[in-house]
């Protein structure tokens, strides 16, 4: 663990998120024995995690952001302009980014990844402008994060998915959405329409069961289930990320595509809704360095 000594790591912890609130004293003290120069730094309602970052690079080697998936998200356009490599301390509700990474997520343990130093270079993903880790969706998943509120995320837990999830769906219908890509247009009749650049969303999905976040690869899915019961039974293959195989399910790869929908709906990244439809997306490759795991 020598490559760590006199580096300089900006600390952000978001106390929202599900496990924000706790110590991560010893997950620190990790950190520090392995040489770090520490310095822990606050967002504000004036100034968000890729503001602070942007602000503060020129000081600093690394940037560790603990937090869930949604505090990622909001430091990903400060981290891929700024070059600072990513120290992952999982503290939220599902950590999908972390699970895609094979990063524990016991926070001690995340630590010793950070102080061991091995990086690797991932992709993003962008829809009008906003950048991704793991997933973009329009519909039901949508939904989905405007009505799980912190509040049930640090009661529930990944439970409060579903519970929220169950109630959403008994009254969910199919929407018309127009799809571009690779010079065609397919019009689609949909529950949901989602983008990954990663493999994990949603506290336990996964887009594609081959996916990475450095394959320099879009996956798109869409859920074409005209009954809530037929997405009950696509649920496993959601889980694997096999979903694709189902006859009512359209799935490809792509580096650009745009949705248009009849009126607008709004855009979930990363658990957060940041935009409206049209939405253009499009991969940034190689945009941010992560400490890791080996292998």
Request: hydrophobic share 40%; glycine share 10%.
């Given at each position: 663990?020598?490559?760590?000594?006199?580096?300089?790591?900006?600390?952000?912890?978001?106390?929202?998120?599900?496990?924000?609130?706790?110590?991560?004293?010893?997950a620190?003290?990790?950190?520090?024995?392995?040489?770090?120069?520490?310095?822990?730094?606050?967002?504000?309602?004036?100034?968000?995690a890729?503001?602070?970052?942007?602000?503060?690079?020129?000081?600093?080697?690394?940037?560790?952001?603990?937090?869930?998936?949604?505090?990622?998200?909001?430091?990903?356009?400060g981290?891929?302009y700024?070059?600072l490599?990513?120290?992952?301390?999982?503290?939220?509700?599902?950590?999908?980014?972390?699970?895609?990474?094979?990063?524990?997520?016991?926070?001690?343990?995340?630590?010793?990844?950070?102080?061991a130093?091995?990086?690797?270079?991932?992709?993003?993903?962008?829809?009008?402008?906003?950048?991704?880790?793991?997933?973009?969706?329009?519909?039901f998943?949508?939904?989905?994060?405007?009505?799980?509120?912190?509040?049930?995320?640090?009661?529930?837990?990944?439970?409060?998915?579903?519970?929220?999830?169950?109630?959403?769906?008994?009254?969910?219908?199919?929407?018309?959405?127009?799809?571009?890509?690779?010079?065609?247009?397919?019009?689609?009749?949909?529950?949901?329409?989602?983008?990954?650049?990663?493999?994990?969303?949603?506290?336990?999905?996964?887009?594609?069961?081959?996916?990475?976040?450095?394959?320099?690869w879009?996956?798109?899915?869409?859920?074409?289930?005209?009954?809530?019961?037929?997405?009950?039974?696509?649920?496993?293959?959601?889980?694997?990320?096999?979903?694709?195989?189902?006859?009512?399910?359209?799935?490809?790869?792509?580096?650009?595509?745009?949705?248009?929908?009849k009126?607008?709906?709004?855009?979930?990244?990363?658990?957060?809704?940041?935009?409206?439809?049209?939405?253009?997306?499009?991969?940034?490759?190689?945009?941010?360095?992560?400490?890791?795991?080996?292998g």
């Amino acid at each position: 663990m020598q490559h760590s000594k006199g580096k300089r790591a900006m600390l952000i912890v978001n106390p929202r998120a599900r496990r924000g609130g706790g110590s991560i004293d010893a997950a620190r003290q990790v950190l520090v024995d392995a040489g770090l120069d520490i310095e822990e730094m606050a967002t504000s309602k004036d100034e968000n995690a890729s503001e602070l970052i942007s602000r503060n690079a020129d000081h600093f080697d690394m940037a560790i952001v603990g937090g869930g998936d949604g505090t990622l998200n909001n430091a990903a356009a400060g981290l891929a302009y700024c070059g600072l490599t990513l120290g992952v301390l999982p503290l939220g509700t599902a950590n999908d980014f972390a699970r895609t990474m094979g990063i524990p997520t016991d926070p001690v343990k995340a630590a010793e990844v950070i102080a061991a130093g091995h990086e690797t270079t991932v992709d993003l993903g962008e829809v009008n402008g906003h950048l991704f880790f793991n997933v973009a969706s329009i519909g039901f998943s949508a939904e989905l994060a405007g009505e799980l509120t912190e509040h049930a995320k640090k009661r529930w837990g990944t439970l409060g998915y579903g519970i929220v999830a169950a109630r959403l769906l008994m009254r969910s219908r199919l929407f018309t959405a127009y799809v571009d890509h690779d010079d065609t247009t397919e019009e689609i009749h949909t529950m949901q329409v989602s983008v990954g650049n990663g493999r994990h969303y949603g506290g336990g999905m996964t887009v594609e069961e081959t996916a990475t976040a450095d394959d320099g690869w879009l996956d798109l899915y869409s859920l074409e289930v005209d009954h809530w019961w037929r997405l009950l039974r696509l649920l496993p293959s959601l889980r694997k990320g096999t979903q694709g195989q189902w006859d009512d399910v359209r799935a490809f790869k792509t580096t650009e595509v745009t949705v248009r929908t009849k009126r607008p709906r709004p855009v979930n990244t990363d658990g957060e809704l940041v935009t409206w439809t049209p939405a253009h997306f499009r991969i940034r490759p190689k945009s941010v360095r992560v400490f890791t795991p080996k292998g």
